[in-house]
Nanobody, 122 residues
Framework: QVQLVESGGGLVQAGGSARLSCAASGRAFSTLRTAWFRQAPGKEREFVAA???????DYVDSVKGRFTISRDNAKNTVDLQMKSLKAEDTAIYYC????????????????WGQGTQVTVSS
């Protein structure tokens, strides 16, 4: 089993940057596909970025070129570096993990953190 805890959220000025971190507890973390999702009030949970065991990455078009996902298996962490933030990036950001195939669907992920709020002021 895997437990995930997000950190790094807060209030950010439009055009600014933030770095989110997800700390994982679990022996099998290095074998999992890990991802970041976000959910704004009144909206569905949206895929943001993912990284698999080999380092291959996947990004939703709206954040491509602005966000970077990375992982450190030795520290059991996965980070999301966010740049050029916009008001529409405001959401609760969740770290998630999946033991098998790649997916952009929240329902396919079995491990979840509690989320961290990112608010972008404009």
């Amino acid at each position: 089993q895997v437990q995930l805890v997000e950190s790094g959220g807060g209030l950010v000025q439009a055009g600014g940057s933030a770095r989110l971190s997800c700390a994982a507890s679990g022996r099998a973390f290095s074998t999992l596909r890990t991802a970041w999702f976000r959910q704004a009030p009144g909206k569905e949970r949206e895929f943001v970025a993912a990284i698999n065991w080999s380092g291959s990455t996947d990004y939703v078009d709206s954040v491509k070129g602005r966000f970077t996902i990375s992982r450190d298996n030795a520290k059991n962490t996965v980070d999301l570096q966010m740049k050029s933030l916009k008001a529409e990036d405001t959401a609760i950001y969740y770290c998630a993990a999946h033991p098998s195939v790649a997916s952009r669907k929240p329902s396919e992920y079995v491990y979840w953190g509690q989320g961290t709020q990112v608010t972008v002021s404009s």
